[in-house]
């Protein structure tokens, strides 16, 4: 990344000011591919697959890379400077270790 | 004065080392004859006194009684209160600092400037505080490393391997994965992973549980009632837990604190095994995730080294050589080696060259041209594993007519999505006014070998330029004035 390496596709622009409010106010940040329905949804028992946003059509492959990205996304959020999401992300890791021993077996 | 000086400030463990004359590192025992300090803090109720180290962990009232602090030094809510006084976990481990520093100096004369290990996972908020604990209690740190670094470094110069090594250092209360390059007498990190909550601490906690369950299966009342009992059935599940890395089974009789008669527990370390087996899941992640940041296949491993009290558990050995398919081999002194390598840094730093903890960057709105979809994301400028000393660059675009100040958002974390990284700063900077939108900034971010991070604004239009050290300021951090007053305090203060 050179100095003048302005942005390739998709273009970066900074927001005037804003943008930690609109962080907080969590507007569209929900990429729902993506990120697990946050966990305030784990106390009505979702599954553990739901919780890591594993469908059932996704291949082994598929679910590794998934369970990667999500250990990462978490593990990180076990040390965040914010309480919930701390909390958060210790039941989450608890659905990753879950999900990753019905698809690939106990250690 | 002692030279090159290293100390592991550990969860239940500290430690300190000195390098001799003949550039061997060597541990300098406390006041109480233990090379190893426990990282207990114990608060007299009739004298003035802090003690710290065996006598606070086996002493008295668990009220007033500080084990594991370590765990709460990036917790900016975390405050005790005794007496009737706060103190933050930074405090708490001053006191552990200050009985290190006067115990040792007795043996190696006035210590002054250290190094000190921490959790390559350490955040912002907890390396700030591990420095100023360190200044509370008169001492300098030249330099913060992580523990599996140091612990490279010493095994590295004693068993002179070269190649990839692989690092697990699983202590009382965390978990740290590192991977380095050993070339002659060079050392590269290529990676650093930890977990929090990934210690032998958390397995305690899972086997007082499985106490209470045959506790109540036996008399149907509960284990304990207060933090008193609780504290020493704890003690006894780690005793066993020591004892299940020797032997296939072991038997201990309890009581609660209510009278209601004895209970036999006995666990086999089939059972443990079991108890921890999603802990040690977790653990296998983290070499995962480090093997990926590093670009390694397993077998690009030559040496897997383990670290830390917890790796003695034999399944832990055992899950590790199923995974790389060899033995891991011991750092010889599990217990030591993250100071004495401390030690040894303090020398040859120059020889070690160490990578970016963390990724640094902002928060930009992110304009998807193919879907014409904007969103906030986090957009990194530094990513996690560069090579520091270093500095790197990204242009973007305003994106407002008429606007009078450009706000940066200074985010550490390497997730694209804005919920999962810290927002630790925002530069300010103002700007002419009138202009159109899509005016190009420069965001800068320099990482120094201190971790220190440094972050800078350019106007391309105006010039103008705004620059600050990235530092974590929010709560849990003393002000400057604070520290220094907490500092004398508590050098008056009498610790043993
Ligand atoms: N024989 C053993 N079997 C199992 N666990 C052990 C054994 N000996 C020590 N431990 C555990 O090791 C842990 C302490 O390890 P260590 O001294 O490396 O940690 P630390 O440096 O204090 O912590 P950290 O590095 O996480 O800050 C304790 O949880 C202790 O119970
Ligand atoms: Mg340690």
């Not at chain 1, 329905?37 to 590794?64: N, T």
């Amino acid at each position: 990344m050179s100095s003048k390496s302005v942005p390739e596709k998709p273009a970066r622009r900074i927001s005037e000011g804003s943008v930690l409010e609109k962080v907080a106010k969590g507007e569209k940040m929900v990429d729902a591919g993506k990120s697990p329905k946050v966990v305030a949804k784990a106390e009505k028992k979702v599954s553990a697959e739901v919780l890591c946003g594993i469908q059932p059509k996704m291949g082994k492959a598929e679910v590794g890379a998934r369970l990667k990205l999500l250990y990462r996304r978490y593990n990180r959020g076990a040390s965040s400077l914010d309480a919930k999401m701390r909390a958060e992300s210790e039941t989450m890791l608890d659905a990753i270790v879950e999900v990753r021993e019905k698809f690939f077996g106990e250690i | 004065m002692a030279q090159h000086v290293g100390i592991d400030l550990g969860t239940t463990l500290s430690g300190l080392a000195y390098l001799k004359g003949d550039g061997t590192p060597e541990i300098v025992p406390n006041s109480d004859g233990e090379r190893l300090t426990p990282s207990v803090v114990y608060f007299d109720a009739h004298e003035d006194v802090k003690l710290v180290g065996s006598a606070a962990r086996d002493g008295g009232d668990p009220e007033r009684t500080i084990f594991q602090i370590k765990r709460y030094m990036d917790d900016p809510d975390h405050v005790l209160e005794i007496d009737g006084k706060k103190w933050t976990p930074a405090e708490i481990s001053a006191l552990i600092l200050s009985k290190l520093k006067r115990d040792c100096e007795k043996i190696i004369g006035e210590i002054r400037d250290v190094v000190i290990t921490v959790p390559a996972n350490f955040n912002e908020l907890a390396r700030k505080s591990t420095i100023a604990a360190a200044e509370m209690a008169g001492m300098k740190v030249k330099r913060l490393v992580n523990e599996p670094t140091a612990a490279a470094v010493y095994y590295a110069q004693t068993q002179n391997v070269q190649g990839r090594v692989l690092v697990f250092d699983m202590g009382g209360g965390t978990l740290d994965v590192t991977i380095l390059e050993v070339k002659g007498g060079s050392i590269r990190i290529l990676t650093s992973e930890g977990a929090r909550h990934l210690g032998g601490g958390n397995l305690d906690d899972l086997l007082v549980t499985a106490f209470e369950e045959q506790y109540r299966a036996q008399t149907g009342q509960g284990l304990y009632t207060d933090e008193r009992h609780r504290r020493r059935i704890l003690q006894s599940a780690e005793d066993a837990k020591k004892m299940l890395s020797k032997l296939q089974r072991v038997n201990d009789t309890v009581a609660n604190d209510q009278n209601s008669g004895l209970a036999r527990i006995d666990l086999t370390r089939e059972g443990f095994e079991g108890l921890i087996r999603k802990m040690l899941t977790r653990t296998v992640l983290l070499v995962e995730q480090a093997l990926d940041s590093a670009g390694l296949k397993v077998s690009e491993v030559d040496h897997v080294v383990l670290v830390g009290g917890s790796t003695r558990i034999p399944k832990v050995k055992k899950v590790l050589e199923k995974f790389f398919g060899k033995t891991p081999k011991s750092c010889g002194n599990v217990d030591e080696c993250v100071a004495l390598g401390a030690a040894l840094f303090a020398k040859s730093s120059a020889k070690i060259q160490e990578v970016c903890n963390a990724s640094y960057g902002t928060l930009a709105m992110i304009y998807n041209a193919a879907t014409g979809e904007e969103k906030v994301a986090n957009s990194v400028v530094i990513p996690k594993n560069t090579v520091i000393p270093c500095s790197r660059s990204q242009v973007y675009q305003t994106s407002e007519d008429n606007e009078k100040v450009i706000e940066v958002d200074i985010t550490q974390g390497e997730d694209e999505d804005p919920r999962f990284v810290d927002v630790i700063g925002r530069l300010t900077l103002e700007v002419p006014p009138n202009r159109p939108k899509g005016c190009e900034v420069e965001v800068t971010f320099s990482y120094d070998e201190n971790q220190r991070v440094q972050a800078r604004v350019l106007d391309k239009a105006s010039g103008r330029v705004k620059e600050v050290a990235v530092t974590y300021r929010g709560a849990g951090v003393l002000s400057e004035e604070e520290l220094q007053r907490r500092s004398q305090h508590l050098r008056a203060m009498r610790i043993e």
